[in-house]
């Protein structure tokens, strides 16, 4: 937010009507300056109360009546003309806002009115009272507390700011710098990170089951080993290595099981052939029983 010009009628120490200009210095830096009690800092009051509606100190809370100058009748307002940066863009607002006071009507009778504050955007569209916080808020962006800490340091509150806590100091710099976005990334990050490790620890009992049902031959050679590797594997925490470790050595095992295999087959094949050959032979030797035991009975018979 930078000041452009400063509006003042009635307000605080200032009875008339004043108007600081903050674009006649040449200077990007200025100062100031006056004798104690000349006005200086109801100067930024007047700035933080046509922002937030309240004085800049955060210990010495004014109330709307108590800003009202005592040297004037007219009425009090203070009118803040300021720029905020949108990207490459730079918009003017303009925000009027009139504490609580007594007014004197034309007749001398006297009155209590409300707060009212008016909001100007740049394309010259007025802002409704009960939006014009909210909306000033948006474009302002820091809260009244954060701007009194980075923008407008009321005297012999400095401190306040260094002292506070560094989740209060990020809070404050995040909306400063316009990091939030960063912020929103790494929360992203994190609950990815999160979604991937429960994936992780799921495929990891998954994986633990099916290693519980590998079998390893007693005769294999590198049995004990494996057996070894494959305890570990279901007791231990499960890394990428031990994971190849396992995955390597099932390789072995399968071709050596698949070779055993194809030989196991062979031996299956060559056997039944015999035993094909077998059960012929047995089927011819019973006929040629039958037969001898049938001409045996025809000897008898015929004897």
Do not use: W
């Not at 009960?130 to 474009?139: H, T, W």
């Amino acid at each position: 937010m930078k000041p452009i010009k400063l509006t003042m009628q009635s307000f605080g120490s200032y009875g008339g009507k004043t108007v600081i200009d903050f674009t006649i210095p040449e200077q990007n830096l200025f100062l100031v300056t006056g004798d104690t009690g000349s006005g200086k800092s109801t100067i930024f009051d007047a700035i933080v109360f046509a922002l937030y509606g309240e004085t800049s100190s955060g210990t010495n809370k004014k109330s709307g009546k108590e800003l009202q100058s005592q040297f004037s009748e007219k009425d009090s307002f203070v009118e803040l003309v300021f720029t905020e940066k949108h990207g490459n863009e730079t918009r003017q607002y303009i925000v009027k806002r009139e504490p609580k006071q007594t007014k004197v009507s034309a007749r001398g009778r006297k009155s209590d009115v409300s707060e009212k504050v008016t909001l100007i955007l740049p394309d010259g569209t007025a802002v409704s009272q009960k939006e014009a916080n909210a909306k000033l808020s948006e474009i302002v962006v820091l809260t009244k507390s954060q701007f009194m800490q980075v923008s407008m340091i009321a005297q012999g509150e400095f401190m306040e700011f260094l002292r506070a806590s560094s989740n209060e100091k990020k809070k404050i710099l995040r909306k400063l710098f316009n990091t939030e976005i960063f912020e929103r990334i790494v929360e992203e990050l994190k609950n990815r990170r999160k979604l991937v490790s429960e994936q992780i620890k799921l495929i990891q009992n998954i994986c633990r089951t099916e290693a519980a049902h590998i079998v390893i031959p007693e005769n294999y050679e590198n049995a004990c080993f494996m057996n070894g590797l494959k305890q570990s594997f279901l007791t231990d925490e499960i890394s990428a290595s031990k994971l190849e470790s396992l995955t390597e050595n099932l390789k072995i095992l399968c071709s050596d099981m698949e070779k055993r295999k194809v030989s196991a087959e062979k031996e299956y094949n060559k056997a039944l052939e015999n035993s094909v050959e077998k059960r012929d032979s047995l089927k011819d030797a019973r006929s040629l029983l039958k037969m001898f035991e049938e001409m045996e009975r025809a000897e008898k018979g015929l004897a």
